[in-house]
C-alpha cells in the first residue's frame, strides 16, 4: 500500500483555524483539528438555531459537509440546539505503538492527534463536551458527561448525530448484520442500515461510518434523514441509562482511495479501545477448527483425530449437545445424548493438545452463565460459543461484555454469533476471539456477497465465516480454491474451516496441506488489491512465511501480484492452489510451484466466481530454483 502521506495537503492544514461563518449562517469560526499528517481534518462550529456542527475534509476536500450532533434525554435537556459559544482545548499529540495478544499485525501504531470541544449555551444552561481525535486513517469523536450539582445520572433518548456527504453516493446497505448486501443509493436505502457502513464517492474513493468501543450503550445503525438530503442520522437501538460520568461509543469517519486501503487501516477501530486487561493472557489460544456434526462420542474422537493429523487446534460441539436449545427446560450443564461421553471427549482431546469449544444457547446463558462457568472449567473446555445473543439494546450489550469478562476469569475464550458486530473490545478483552455478525458460508454467498462482507464489515474486526469446503453448494457458487483463499482474506483467530464436513469428508485432498500450514493471527497485513464486491488480493505474513488469499467476482479478471514485500536476494518457493478441472480430485484444485524472490510478479487469473491461494516460503539452503511457472502467466 502507498503511504498515506503522499495525500498530505499544505502544512497549514495542520493546525487549520478558519475565521469564515458555518454554511446557513454559524454564528461561530470554525475549530479545527488536523490529523498528525494533514491527511483528516475534523472542524467544529456552531450554526443556525445554535445547532452544534462539524465537518470533515479529507485530502483536502470536505467528505462530510456541515452538519449537526447532539442528543436528546428523556425528560430532560435537549443537546442539540441553543447553543451560542465554542471552545477547543488544548491540541495533544499521541504516538505510541502497542503489542496485540493476537490479530491482523504483531504491532499496532496509535498516533493522532487530539482535543476536547466544548459547546456552551446559557439557557439552559449546560455545556456539550465532546473527545475529538484525528487520524491519517480517519476521525472519530464521543459524548462526554460529567456529574454536575445534584446529578449523576442521564436517561438518553435518542442520539442525532448527522453525517451529510457531498452527493448521493453509492452505498452498500445491509439492513441485518448477517443479510446480503445490495448497492443503492444513499436516497433508495429502505431503512436502517448496519455500521461499518460503507460508500463509494467517485474516483474509487470510499468512505466508513463506523462505531467503536461499544460495551454499555445501545448500538448505532444509521437512518436516512427525512429533512435533510444526502445524510445518514445515528439510530440508537433503544434508550440508555447511565451513571456519571459518561463516555458515549466512538463515531467514526474514515475514508481512503480505495476499499483495499480502508481495510488495511481497520486497526483504528482497535486503537479507540481500551489496552487489554488481561494481565497473564498466556492461556488464550488462536487456531482452527472443526465441528463435530454428529454430536456422538465417535464423531468427536474422530475429529481429535482428524485435527491432529491436519493440523487443527480445537473441535467445536454445536447446539443439541445438552438438549433442545430453544426450550427453557435444558440443562446446559448436562450432556443430553446418550450417545455422547463429552468428558472422555474432552478428556482425548486435552491430551492430544486439542481444545473443546462448547455452543451454549443465549437461554441458559442468561440464565445460569454463573453456574455454568465453573462446571465449564472443571470440565476442561477451552471456550464457548454464544448462540442467538440478545442485541442491540443497552441491557443486552452490557450483559454480553460483563459476560466476556466472567468468561476471562475462568480462563475460558468465547465466540458471539448471530447478529453481533464487534466495535474492537477484543483488544480489551483478547479473549473474546471473535464473532459472527456476517453472511458467512452457511448462507451460501457467492463471491460478490463475500468480498462485499470483506470490504465492510471486516473493517469492524475478526468474523467466523464458518467455512464450508467439502459441501456441494461450493461448486454451485464459487470454487474449493476461492475456499482456500477465504482463510487468508477473512481474519479470524478462530478459523472454523469445515462447517458442514465431516473427518470422513476428507479423501487425501493434497491441497489440505494448505489449510494444515495457515495461520490464524498474522505478523504483517497488506491488502494488494481491493474492489468492494469485486476482487482482493490480502498478503499476511506469520515468521518467515506469507500466504496469500485472492477472490474474483463478476467477470474473468487477472490481477498482477509483486512480491517485493519479500526480502530482498533471498530466495523463496511459491505454491499456488488454483482451480483446475483437470485435477483428479472432486475438488478440482492444482497445486503448482515455482522460485521466487522480491522481484517476481506472479498473476492471479480468476474465473468471475474463482479465487486462488498462495504460500510463499523460504527456500531451502543450498536448493535449486524451482522450475515452472504458475497457471495464468
Given at each position: ?170 452505498l452498500w446497505a445491509v439492513y441485518s ?39 454499555d450503550f445501545s448500538r448505532m445503525r ?123 471427549v474432552i478428556e482425548y482431546a486435552n ?283
Amino acid at each position: 500500500m502507498n503511504d498515506l502521506r503522499r495525500w498530505t495537503t499544505a502544512p497549514a492544514l495542520l493546525l487549520l483555524a478558519l475565521s469564515a461563518p458555518a454554511a446557513g449562517g454559524a454564528a461561530e469560526p470554525w475549530k479545527s483539528l488536523s490529523s498528525p499528517g494533514g491527511v483528516f481534518v475534523i472542524e467544529f462550529s456552531v450554526g443556525e438555531k445554535g445547532r452544534p456542527m462539524y465537518r470533515v475534509k479529507y485530502a483536502g476536500a470536505g467528505i462530510i459537509e456541515p452538519c449537526g450532533i447532539g442528543f436528546v434525554e428523556a425528560e430532560g435537556p435537549d443537546w442539540t440546539g441553543g447553543f451560542d459559544a465554542i471552545e477547543m482545548g488544548v491540541v495533544s499529540g499521541h504516538d505510541e505503538t502497542w503489542k496485540p495478544v493476537w490479530g491482523e499485525r504483531s504491532t499496532v501504531r496509535d498516533h493522532y492527534r487530539g482535543a476536547t470541544v466544548i459547546f456552551k449555551r446559557p439557557e439552559p444552561p449546560g455545556e456539550l463536551k465532546l473527545d475529538v481525535r484525528a487520524y491519517d486513517q480517519g476521525v472519530a469523536f464521543r459524548y462526554v458527561v460529567d456529574p454536575s450539582a445534584g446529578r449523576n445520572s442521564i436517561r438518553i433518548e435518542r442520539e442525532e448525530t448527522e453525517f451529510r456527504f457531498t452527493g448521493d453516493h453509492n452505498l452498500w446497505a445491509v439492513y441485518s448484520a448477517q443479510g446480503k448486501y445490495s448497492k443503492t443509493r444513499l436516497s433508495k436505502i429502505r431503512s436502517s442500515v448496519e455500521r461499518p457502513c460503507v460508500l463509494e464517492i467517485g474516483d474509487g474513493k470510499v468512505i466508513a461510518v463506523a462505531e467503536a468501543a461499544l460495551v454499555d450503550f445501545s448500538r448505532m445503525r444509521l437512518r436516512r434523514s427525512e429533512v435533510s438530503p444526502n445524510t445518514l442520522v445515528s439510530r440508537l437501538h433503544g434508550p440508555v441509562r447511565a451513571k456519571l460520568p459518561l463516555k458515549t461509543p466512538w463515531r467514526v469517519i474514515m475514508a481512503a482511495e480505495g476499499s483495499g486501503q480502508l481495510l488495511q487501516n481497520n486497526d483504528l477501530i482497535l486503537n479507540l479501545n481500551e489496552p487489554n486487561r488481561i494481565a497473564e493472557p498466556g492461556w488464550i489460544r488462536p487456531g482452527k477448527v472443526i465441528r463435530d456434526v454428529t454430536l456422538s462420542t465417535k464423531g468427536g474422537m474422530a475429529c481429535v483425530d482428524f485435527a491432529v493429523e491436519n493440523g487443527l487446534q480445537f473441535i467445536e460441539f454445536d447446539a443439541g449437545w445438552y438438549g433442545n436449545q430453544g426450550d427453557e427446560a435444558s440443562d446446559a450443564r448436562t450432556v443430553s445424548r446418550g450417545n455422547l461421553d463429552l468428558p472422555g471427549v474432552i478428556e482425548y482431546a486435552n491430551k492430544n493438545n486439542i481444545g473443546v469449544i462448547l455452543y451454549v444457547n443465549r437461554r441458559h446463558l442468561e440464565r445460569d452463565l454463573d453456574k455454568l462457568l465453573p462446571v465449564y472449567r472443571e470440565w476442561g473446555i477451552a471456550g464457548l460459543k454464544f448462540g442467538f445473543v440478545q442485541h442491540g439494546d443497552q441491557k443486552w450489550t452490557r450483559w454480553m461484555h460483563k459476560a466476556i469478562v466472567k468468561c476471562a476469569k475462568y480462563k475460558l475464550m468465547v465466540d458471539v454469533h448471530d447478529e453481533y458486530r464487534m466495535t474492537g473490545w477484543q483488544r480489551t478483552y483478547p479473549n473474546f476471539m471473535t464473532a459472527e455478525g456476517i453472511g458467512g458460508d452457511e448462507t451460501r454467498p457467492p463471491n460478490e456477497q463475500a468480498l462485499a462482507n470483506l470490504f465492510s464489515r471486516m473493517i469492524a474486526g475478526p468474523a467466523d465465516h464458518t467455512i464450508c469446503y467439502f459441501n456441494g453448494y461450493v461448486d454451485q457458487t464459487t470454487s474449493h480454491a476461492a475456499q482456500l483463499a477465504k482463510a487468508v482474506c477473512f481474519f479470524s483467530p478462530w478459523q472454523f474451516l469445515f462447517w458442514y464436513d465431516q473427518p470422513s469428508s476428507a479423501q487425501g485432498e493434497p491441497e489440505l496441506e494448505f489449510f494444515k500450514l495457515l495461520p490464524t493471527t498474522w505478523d504483517e497485513t497488506r491488502v494488494l488489491h481491493g474492489k468492494i464486491g469485486s476482487y482482493a488480493v490480502i498478503a499476511r505474513r506469520k515468521g518467515s512465511d506469507w500466504f496469500i488469499g485472492c477472490l474474483n467476482a463478476g467477470e474473468p479478471r487477472s490481477l498482477k501480484v509483486p512480491l517485493d514485500f519479500l526480502p530482498v536476494g533471498k530466495k523463496f518457493e511459491a505454491r499456488t492452489y488454483h482451480h483446475d478441472p483437470g485435477a483428479e480430485t472432486r475438488t478440482k484444485v492444482g497445486i503448482a510451484r515455482r522460485g521466487v524472490d522480491s522481484g517476481t510478479v506472479l498473476n492471479a487469473s480468476m474465473s468471475g466466481r474463482g479465487g486462488l491461494a498462495i504460500r510463499i516460503f523460504p527456500a531451502k539452503e543450498g536448493s535449486a530454483r524451482v522450475p515452472g511457472e504458475l497457471p495464468g502467466e
